[in-house]
């Protein structure tokens, strides 16, 4: 089809692993080039995101799409088969405001626990806790956020999910439990054992000593800051 | 669209709610608005939108839409004939989204925020970025007179409603949006001239009388 597709990005990062589970769902085969974020950005990945300098960049015949959310619809409405957003327009909507909430609240407020200090940790941990009440709440019964399939919320959901499931470990806290969120914890379980989604997640045996490390070094900046 | 039924759950001075007014001025579509007061939020604000429990929000027959770009695209999927916000190529819309989120993040952000609430160097920071993101939207407008094109678009509804603001940074901050930026200013001012934006927009003195009874309310000199 002469489709060119490259993503450029992070192995550990959760943003960019998004734009990767979603050409996978899609079936879309693509390029991965994986940029040095935290040592030597790339000359290509400065060229094609001079506003932010980030990953992930998705490349789709030489055109740069970037920030994960419009790349997950871009992806979206370039390779309509496969859908991960609703076609009703108030239940896309819904999609939406949950997608906001996760990437504003629930993920940042999770991410911080686990690496702020002593005295707010309390603070921040009892915060995190509602947002995943509230994220719970979006379930409502249902097996995915997307219904019967992956949609693009469980997509965006995969960095509470997996990625902070991992930072949980490290850190020996342990709010997304299963006692205190069954059915959000069921859904973490299902979510990772989707063929589709474990084939392309970061291992956790990689990924625990990097976000280790991750965490020290926002401690370390904390600090002195 | 005689069943439609749309209600708006505002605050006058907030450029969130203004982005919502333009896109249904734009569509032309009807709807009651309903001032909120945020000392004392109104049940139905509670009920609407229990998680945030902000404005705006988009009551379209009896079903809430919370966040404003969220209710923006909603709005232009719901009625799409009439004045399209956003363009109907994927690659042209992820460019609209992509400046609709660095506004959201970097114009409405918390940074830009410390120009009217700090002084001094924090200010002079802020200040510096502030006019480091105008430029760079300029720079993306170029020579079109809207960011949509020939018409108003989805960029151009999330950034205009922050020219009511522009006045009240300037006093603060002490300097001239205009001498920076002219460009985007004659971008605001072309805006303007449409109804669905101006009859958006409060007065901008309007809007530095709200700053700097919010300054005295917060203790900010």
């Known amino acids: 089809m002469g489709e060119e597709v490259k993503v450029f990005g992070y ?8 734009a990767e589970l979603a050409l996978k769902l899609k079936g879309v085969s693509y390029e991965y080039i994986n ?16 506003v932010h300098k980030k990953v992930p960049v998705l490349l789709h015949n030489g055109k740069p799409i970037v920030e ?8 979206e409405e370039t390779w309509k088969h496969n859908p991960y957003l609703p076609q009703d327009p ?10 906001k909430f996760i990437d504003e609240k629930c993920f940042p407020t999770l991410w911080l626990a686990a690496w702020s ?26 097996k995915f956020f997307g219904g019967e399939t992956i949609g693009m919320v469980d997509i965006v959901a995969s960095s509470v999910g997996y990625f902070i499931r991992v930072t949980q470990e490290i850190m020996g806290q342990n709010l997304l439990s299963a006692d205190k ?17 474990k084939e392309s997640l970061p291992p956790r045996d990689k990924l625990l000593p990097f976000v280790k490390g991750l965490i020290a070094k926002y401690q370390q900046d904390n600090a002195k800051a | ?3 439609e039924d749309v209600v708006l759950l505002d605050f006058w001075p907030s450029p969130f709610g203004m982005r919502v007014r333009i896109a249904l001025a734009e569509k032309e579509i009807k709807y009651e608005y309903k001032e909120e007061d945020l000392r004392n939020k109104t049940d139905l604000l509670l009920k609407m939108n229990p998680i945030h429990k902000k404005i705006p929000v988009l009551i379209h027959n009896g079903k809430p839409v919370c966040e404003s770009l969220v209710q923006v695209q909603y709005i232009d999927e719901i009625w799409p004939h009439k004045s399209p916000l956003l363009p109907t190529d994927p690659y042209q819309r ?8 660095f506004v959201d993040k970097k114009i409405y952000g918390l940074e830009s925020g410390k120009v009217w609430t700090t002084k001094g160097e924090e200010q002079e920071a802020a200040k510096k970025e502030f006019i480091e993101c105008l430029k760079l939207l300029e720079g993306e407008l170029g020579n079109k007179a809207y960011f949509g094109g020939e018409n108003l678009g989805y960029v151009d509804v999330v950034l205009v409603p922050f020219y009511s603001w522009f006045y009240a940074y300037e006093k603060c901050g002490n300097f001239s949006i205009e001498t920076e930026c002219p460009k985007l200013i004659a971008w605001a001012k072309r805006c303007m001239e449409k109804d669905s934006v101006s009859k958006s927009l409060p007065d901008q003195d309007k809007i530095y009388d709200y700053v700097l009874h919010l300054k005295k309310v917060f203790g900010i000199e």
């Open chain 1, 11 to 18: 192995w550990a990062s959760p943003y960019s692993y998004r």
């Open chain 1, 35 to 50: 940029e040095d974020i935290f040592g030597n950005k790339s000359d290509l990945l400065l060229k094609y995101n001079p």
């Open chain 1, 68 to 75: 994960s959310l419009v790349i997950l619809e871009y992806i």
């Open chain 1, 90 to 99: 108030y239940d896309k909507s819904t999609a939406r405001f949950w997608i």
């Open chain 1, 117 to 142: 200090a002593e005295n707010e940790r309390e603070k921040v941990t009892n915060e995190a806790c509602e947002y995943l009440k509230t994220l719970e709440s979006a379930l409502n019964g249902k």
């Open chain 1, 181 to 197: 969120f069954p059915q959000l914890f069921q859904w973490s379980e299902d979510f990772a054992n989707c063929s589709i989604v």
């Open chain 2, 1 to 3: 669209m005689a069943d």
């Open chain 2, 94 to 101: 992820a460019i609209a989204r992509f400046w609709g989120d």
